[in-house]
């Protein structure tokens, strides 16, 4: 059942017994691939009903980002998230999340919002925790299914849950990638033939990072300098930040001591892309 409504959704899921069932919600930006269906496929196994919310969240885009040309296709959308275990697909439009006059933020204050991509997307998780706590409160969900390839996402959204004492429990599926190692994005259509063969760089030079650790190697700047190396190799990359921090925290280290965070963007023209590789 596609449910294009906040106020249709809510009069379902009040009718649906809520006391015997569990529901689990996975928020997309749609334009569908295997990452998102891994997250749908989950919710299904763990929940009796699985809502899968499909909206394209301006809030979470800077002034001169893609949110207008973000890639969309609903109609394969509902079949791919149906055929994963879908029962509702959620799809509001933009005026019905955000009508005139909203201008309610939720807003996860610190470094853990700053760095990373809140370097240069200042107000992108601003946007983010919004439209999540929306969704939560519309759903109200037991679960919410949430993909390790947005690991910055994933701790910001962590900390909002706890801090303000939020009764749904986060689950993290790891990163789907492509056969060659590049990380599944919907972003990924944005590349050309060229920029799509060198992407690959990516999840290269975070091996490279990882088995350097896994030899022994804990400097920071080293490991960093490793990766930026690789990735100069490709012509066409363009990094944006690569970046060592302890996770989920995102405090700054120069040592890896306990769990830590190596995360990278690249940008390929204008398609910029993101992976990490979490080091225990
Ligand atoms: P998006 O539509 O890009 O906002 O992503 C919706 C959800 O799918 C987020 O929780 C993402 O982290 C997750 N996701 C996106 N790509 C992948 C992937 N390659 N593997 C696992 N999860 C993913």
Redesign the pocket.
């Known amino acids: 059942m596609v449910i294009t409504t906040t106020e249709l959704i809510k009069r379902f899921l009040t009718t649906v017994n809520r006391e015997n069932k569990t529901i689990g919600l ?6 569908l ?1 295997k ?2 269906l ?2 749908i496929k989950k919710a299904k196994e763990e929940n009796d009903l699985v809502v899968v919310s499909i909206f394209v969240n301006p809030t979470q885009f800077g002034p001169n980002e893609d949110f207008e040309t973000y890639p969309r296709d609903i109609l394969n959308d509902t079949n791919l998230a149906y055929k994963a275990g879908a029962d509702i697909i959620f799809n509001p439009n933009v005026c019905d999340l955000y009508p005139e006059g909203s201008n309610t933020w939720v807003n996860v204050e610190g470094d853990i919002t700053k760095v990373l991509c809140g370097a240069s997307r200042p107000t992108h998780f601003r946007g983010v925790t919004t439209v999540v706590n929306m969704l939560f409160n519309i759903v109200q969900p037991d679960r919410a ?6 690991a910055q ?1 994933v701790a910001v959204l962590t900390k909002m849950v706890n801090d303000l004492h939020m009764n749904v429990e986060l689950v993290v ?5 492509e056969s060659d190692g590049l ?4 972003r990924n259509s944005y590349l050309s033939e060229e920029e799509r063969a060198q992407a690959v760089v990516l999840n290269e030079a975070l091996q490279l990072a990882g088995k350097s650790y896994k030899d022994g190697e804990r400097n920071v700047v080293a490991l960093i300098q490793l990766i930026e190396i690789k990735i100069a190799t490709m012509p066409l990359a363009e990094i944006d930040y690569v970046s060592i921090y302890s996770y989920p925290t995102l405090a700054q280290i120069e040592n890896i001591v306990g769990t830590a965070i190596i995360a990278v963007a690249v940008k390929f023209g204008k398609t910029r892309l993101i992976d990490n590789e979490i080091l225990k």
């Open positions: 996975v928020p997309t930006m749609g334009f691939h990452g998102h891994s997250l299914y949430f993909g390790q390839k947005d996402q599926c790891p990163i789907v990638r990380a599944m994005s919907s």
